[in-house]
């Protein structure tokens, strides 16, 4: 495999998380990622390790947004729960504000850290992200 087209299935596998975070918002990132490893993994190190490195912190992206989610529903559930006049309406609207708050924040998270791999691994350097779990090895 030629040295630029490797660098640019590595440049692919960091922003397939972005891109598929758009389209599946709880585990898009994650299946676009897999995918791409999956493919290529075998034909050079560079980007079976790049792939390892976008999968975990895309699943870990994943498990922040899903945990994130969790707080703000349990929070704003136990707070309005059993007050007089509760209003099924206004807790469905607080509820999506809530999910999409905590969704912006994970994807302008991804989106800075798949812009800063995308742009190291173009130029061949490997990006290791700071912060991720090192769940595939």
């Known amino acids: ?35 791409l490893w999956l493919i290529k993994r075998n034909e050079s190190e560079f980007l079976n390790e790049t792939g390892k ?4 912190f895309q699943i870990t992206l994943s498990i922040i947004n899903v945990g994130l989610n969790l707080i703000g529903m349990l929070n704003h559930w136990e707070w309005s729960w059993g007050r007089p006049g509760f209003n099924y309406y206004y807790w469905d609207l607080r509820h999506f504000s809530l999910f999409h708050g ?20 173009s130029n061949g350097v490997f990006y ?6 090192r769940l595939v090895k």
Do not use: D
């Not at 440049?11 to 972005?18: D, E, V």
């Open 1 to 35: 495999m030629k040295q630029q087209e490797e660098r640019n299935w590595a440049l692919a596998m960091h922003l397939a998380g972005i891109a598929g975070m758009l389209f599946i918002p709880p585990a898009g990132n994650i299946i676009a990622a897999l995918v």
């Open 53 to 56: 490195e976008a999968l975990n």
């Open 102 to 121: 905590t969704r912006g924040v994970v994807m302008v998270v991804n989106i800075v850290f798949s812009a800063i791999a995308a742009s190291k691994a």
């Open 128 to 133: 290791k992200y700071p912060l991720s779990w």
